[in-house]
């Protein structure tokens, strides 16, 4: 669970981390360096959300198909006698 957690909380670190530097520092180098921090947040963001996408795009596609193939299958697999047949009258 802690890997989660740490995996979903980097790019708000990451973008927090550039606001602060970009914010408080004066040097031209450490501006950059937020920028670039803000940036990769964003990329990050990005290539999760487009991979969450498609994962949901996927399912539903799965979901779909096996809805299609239980319509078309019959609907009493084991015959009008049951599971056992004869057996039990």
Do not use: N
């Not at 995996?7 to 670190?13: A, D, G, Q, S």
């Not at 963001?45 to 198909?65: G, V």
């Amino acid at each position: 669970m802690e890997k989660r957690l740490l995996y979903e909380i980097l790019p708000f670190f990451y973008s927090a981390c550039g606001v602060i530097a970009i914010l408080l520092s004066s040097e031209f180098l450490a501006k950059i360096s937020g920028l670039l921090l803000i940036t990769a947040a964003m990329i990050i963001f990005h290539f999760r959300l487009e991979y969450r996408r498609q994962r949901a795009e996927k399912a539903e596609k799965r979901l779909i198909q096996a809805q299609v193939k239980l319509s078309q299958s019959p609907q009493d697999p084991a015959g009008s006698k049951g599971l056992w047949g004869d057996l039990h009258g």
